[in-house]
């Protein structure tokens, strides 16, 4: 019958503190494993150092080699196995298999709305304590009161699927009571329902120049929002993405080399499946210099090799914009107000990009910034779907937000963390 579900993925720790743990995934292949695996990987909160990846067509073998992205990052590294399982496709006829694991996306949505007194950096804390239990962030709202209370409805969904169990929420109020302490006032759990749908239909639009400046397909140097790129763009720029097909008679080489960052994989193997290419080969070298190899073998999901040059064109710009510029980060002016912006593209599935939210809020309760207002929505433009995270930002001392200077220094901040910088 061939190996069991469990075998399909091991997870072994590195002989030294110091050293990575090596992922193992061998199972049979589908157009965008590669691409589901790297996802969870940076939802787990961990960095690729180095991979390899074959397939034959039918059956694929990864090695990753991860480490926490921070030394106080608490790893579930048994949860992780159970997720990159239940995203493998199975490799034993169903029926000596038990029940599947409901997908992510059939799970249900729930509430969570809370009341609390408003302070610095408490919706990060929320989120951190969301991301350690593994609940996905859907969507949030977040208000603040004229009598300094914050009202906040996160939409969840729960990647155990035990949300709907007594346990599983007492668990949850538990540690959010941990956290906001004697400064909740009130806290909800309960299935979404209508206010959901409501939400999903009824996100806020953006102003034409802040629309046009944030989902543009190029950058240029004279920013008119605050979207001006750091120091690092240097950096960015000098990316190489090539193709050769004189290696092999099958395939397409690709060739890619470019500065490090976290989600570096991610946003390749991202591209790579919403326009159904297949990675038969590739290999992931270490860090060398701040800077990132990456050669893979690929063909078109039908077997063909890419040999159009006008595609083998298209496919090299395309990766080298996704490389140059992945999370699109502004501050703009909301009518008396300061809101920042950041944008990913979604996958063709409508999956978002992972630890947006998490990074975003930990940067700006960093800088010791107070967030007023903060919600998710979803935007088409550029015939791509976007997911837009919206904060209104609040005044203090230390940060005048209509100085050019200060407006540049929080969206470096917010960028290099989004990076891993």
Known sequence: MGMTSDD?????????ACEPYVVTVNCPDKTGLGCDICHTILEFGLYITRGDVSTDGIWCYVVLWVIPRLSSHVVRWMNLKDRLLSICPPSIP??????????????????????????????HD???VLDELEHTIQRVKVTTTPDGCVLDLFFIKDNLELLHTKERQDETYEQLYNVLGDSIISCELKIAGVQYDNLQHNSSSLPPLVAEELFRFTLSDKEPLSQALSRDVSELKRATVKTDNSLSPLHTLLQINCVDQKGFLYDIMRTLKD?????????FLPVNKDRRELDLFIQYKDGKKIVDPEKQDALCSLLKMELLHPLRVLIANRGPDTELLVANPTE???????RVFYDVTFALKSLGICIFLAEIGRHTAAEREWEVYRFLLEENRNFQLSNIVVRNQIVDKV???????
């Open 126 to 128: 929320v989120t951190q």
């Open 348 to 354: 063709l599935s409508g999956r978002g990009r992972p």
């Open 415 to 421: 960028r290099r963390t989004l990076m891993g910088w």
């Open 8 to 16: 399909a993925v091991l997870i072994e720790k590195g002989k030294k």
């Open 94 to 123: 169903s029926f000596y298999l038990p029940s599947p694991r409901p997908s992510s996306s059939s799970s249900p949505v729930y509430l969570l709305k809370f009341c609390s007194l408003d302070r610095k950096g408490l919706l």
């Open 275 to 283: 326009y159904n290419i297949q990675i038969a080969y590739g290999r």
